[in-house]
């Protein structure tokens, strides 16, 4: 271990900060969902010429012992301005920097004071500065530091409530003071076995119960990322991202596009969603942060509930974060993953899912909590949306959950369903199940036309062209509207997923009859097919179809 007087330090500690050797070194904080830099935490450094580097853990304790830590303090404060200044000359995405301050700074100098005529000379906003102050430093005169850190806030600063958990009294000081975000002790994460877990857990769900937001520093491994993310930790910093780099290095490592900066104008949009309680047994309801109003509910174990964070644009709609229980809900409707939704997202035009396009605009226009449910492969769902933030560029997150039906309740639909089914299928004359995507004829449901049984083998191309000689009358326009490119256009030109025409069918005598032959759409198993039916028409749609058809014989060719 690095040994170096004591007066060492104090001899040389001016000169170091006049000539540069104490520098600000920076580590990224990644917002968790993102992967994106949200903030950069400074580092005091000391390279000095005859010793090397030195250890923070040695200058820093004599620099408070000996009350001169507020020089330092406010040193690196100015190594930030100019790192600031440098990335604005460049055209870098800005974001903020955190300093540490010592609980000695505020007997030597008004640091409200300090940091401010600092900032000004530089010309950087309040918001660009997050201030990172240990729990030692609040043990004693509980009102003074309340006035401080109030004032601080009213000036436009955020504050950081560093090393929680590594002693003291946190759970006093969380109580007594208002901080914008809890930074996790890296101790916590050094064996993240069973007993860490759960007091990560019970760390994160308190802070989101009261409206702070949470990151762990000391994330060095995936496993760690993992867990993190899975609890709804916000922000994350650590070797595992990048270790502390000095401000040459820094500005290389964001010029070369190592990692992406989080936009500013995007920290609101994405602090907001750090709110939502991934713990909780009902995240959906419990987004709510007044201090008088914490309900028993949003001081919780783990929770089990499927939840989902699906971010909207017009361009797309993108799954940001799931949790296991909604993937296990997921998997019940045919899909083998997460990634495997996404792709029947993002390969499916928006008139296949309509209705839960109508649900997620609700959603956004309203605010509230918005149910609906569905039935798709077989199983009856509820789906919930609810809007938990509005971003740039018509962008929106929505916090998300969905529900199987319990297999009683499935049991029962489906006995009704298949009950009123058999009354419902005897009003159409045919119905068959077809695969555009796999050129075929999956199942004929039902038919009471008589009509041969070779179409089933065929490719679907095929039978359609050979259905249309043998079964319809106006055959070229059949072939022509129910072609793969038809539907395809018909679905871009109308948004629509359902269509019907008339058609002269051959009936089980060999007569012609006029029918509507209607196409929609349906999903299993990830798969878009289409139910095929003909069904007769009502009595005045027949009627009237009849005289037009009689006055202007044309529209059926």
């Not at 303090?73 to 600031?84: A, K, M, P, R, V």
């Not at 119960?209 to 491994?221: D, M, N, Q, R």
């Not at 495997?340 to 008139?351: G, L």
Request: glycine share 4%; aromatic share 12%.
């Amino acid at each position: 271990m690095q040994h170096i007087d004591e007066q060492y330090i104090l001899d040389n500690f001016e000169t170091a900060l006049e000539n540069g050797y104490i520098k600000a070194y920076y580590q990224p904080v990644i917002r968790t969902l993102t992967e994106k830099i949200c903030s950069v935490e400074a580092l005091a450094r000391w390279q000095d010429p005859s010793t090397g580097l030195l250890s923070p853990y040695i200058f820093i304790s004599v620099l408070e012992k000996n009350r001169l830590i507020h020089k330092l303090d406010l040193s690196i404060l100015e190594n930030i301005c100019i790192t600031y200044n440098e990335m604005r000359a460049k055209g870098l995405p800005l974001h903020p920097f955190s300093i540490n301050l010592s609980r000695l700074d505020f007997n030597e100098v008004n640091m409200l004071d300090e940091i401010s005529q600092i900032i000004n000379k530089y010309n950087i906003p309040a918001d660009a500065i997050h201030i990172e102050i240990t729990e030692s430093v609040m043990l004693d005169n509980t009102a003074y530091f309340r006035r401080i850190f109030d004032s601080f806030h009213d000036a436009g600063f955020a504050i950081l409530m560093d090393d929680f958990g590594s002693g003291y009294s946190s759970l006093n000081v969380l109580k007594d003071y208002r901080f914008d975000v809890l930074k996790i002790d890296m101790r916590f994460l050094s064996d993240i076995g069973s007993r860490s877990k759960k007091i990560l857990i019970s760390v994160v769900n308190m802070a989101k119960a009261i409206g702070i937001h949470t990151l762990a520093e000391g994330v060095e491994t995936q496993e760690q990322l993992n867990f993190l993310r899975g609890i709804g930790c916000e922000m994350l910093q650590g070797y595992y991202y990048a270790r502390p780099m000095s401000s040459e290095d820094y500005i290389q490592y964001l010029s070369e596009g190592t990692m992406t900066i989080e936009p500013t104008q995007d920290n609101e949009y994405w602090d907001t969603i750090g709110q939502v309680n991934f713990l909780s047994p009902d995240p959906l309801s419990d987004v709510s942060f007044d201090d008088n109003d914490v309900s028993e509910s949003t001081i919780v174990r783990e929770s089990a509930t499927p939840l989902a964070l699906m971010e909207i644009s017009p361009e797309s709609a993108k799954l940001i974060y799931s949790n296991q229980a909604y993937l296990n809900e997921l998997m019940k409707l045919g899909y083998t993953s997460t990634e495997h939704f996404q792709q029947s997202i993002d390969n499916m035009q928006p008139a296949y899912y309509s209705n839960m396009i109508e649900q997620v605009d609700a959603a956004i226009k309203t605010g509230e909590l918005i149910k609906k449910d569905y039935f798709a492969n077989d199983i009856y769902y509820t789906y919930c949306t609810k809007c938990i933030a509005k971003g740039r560029g018509s962008k929106a997150m929505l916090a998300v959950s969905m529900q199987t039906f319990e297999p009683t309740e499935e049991v029962n639909r489906s006995e009704a369903f298949e009950k009123y089914s058999r009354i419902i299928i005897d009003f159409y004359d045919h119905l068959s199940i077809i695969s555009f995507e796999k050129n075929k004829i999956l199942t004929r449901i039902y038919s009471k036309m008589a009509f041969c049984k070779d179409y089933l083998t065929m490719p679907l191309n095929e039978a359609v062209e050979r259905f249309a000689e043998n079964e319809v009358l106006e055959s070229e326009r059949f072939k022509d509207s129910f072609s793969k490119e038809y539907i395809d256009k018909h679905i871009a030109a109308t948004g629509r997923i359902a269509f019907q025409k008339p058609f002269h069918i051959k009936g089980p005598t060999g007569e012609y009859i006029l029918r509507d032959v209607r196409l929609f759409y349906i999903l299993s198993n990830g798969d878009p097919l289409f139910v095929f039916a003909i069904e007769p028409m009502a009595h005045e749609a027949d009627m009237i179809a009849k005289k037009m058809l009689k006055e202007h014989p044309e529209l059926l060719l």
